[in-house]
Nanobody
Framework: QLQLVESGGGLVQPGGSLRLSCTGS????????IGWFRQAPGKEREGVSF????????NYADFVKGRFTISRGSAKNIVYLDMNRLKPEDTAVYYC????????????????WGQGTQVTVSL
């Protein structure tokens, strides 16, 4: 069974950091473009960051530039999202997704989605 699994979410104070992980099960993540998305209560899902196959290119939404970093792990079947200087408005369920097409990934038209991990930024 092919699936993505996110982990690493939790409760953190403003200004803190978290590392989210996205692990592929049943398929090789390095064959896919990978994206992180998030959805806050009452809001639409939005793209956060995207990384190309083999990690040569990465994109970030303006609201996370300079604070978040996406990377591929040396294990090849894992993608990370390092989140620093977190703000309360970063509170959301974070999802990773995989696509064979870069443009489709950025549009949220993905082949696989994870179940999501909750990130809460609060005092």
């Amino acid at each position: 069974q092919l699936q993505l699994v996110e982990s690493g979410g939790g409760l953190v104070q403003p200004g803190g950091s978290l590392r989210l992980s996205c692990t592929g099960s049943g398929f090789a993540l390095d064959n896919y473009f990978i994206g992180w998305f998030r959805q806050a209560p009452g809001k639409e899902r939005e793209g956060v960051s995207f990384i190309s196959r083999w990690g040569g290119t990465s994109n970030y939404a303006d609201f996370v530039k300079g604070r978040f970093t996406i990377s591929r792990g040396s294990a090849k079947n894992i993608v990370y999202l390092d989140m620093n200087r977190l703000k309360p408005e970063d509170t959301a369920v974070y999802y990773c997704a995989a696509s064979l097409d870069w443009a489709a990934l950025k549009e949220g038209q993905c082949d696989y989605w994870g179940q999501g991990t909750q990130v809460t930024v609060s005092l």
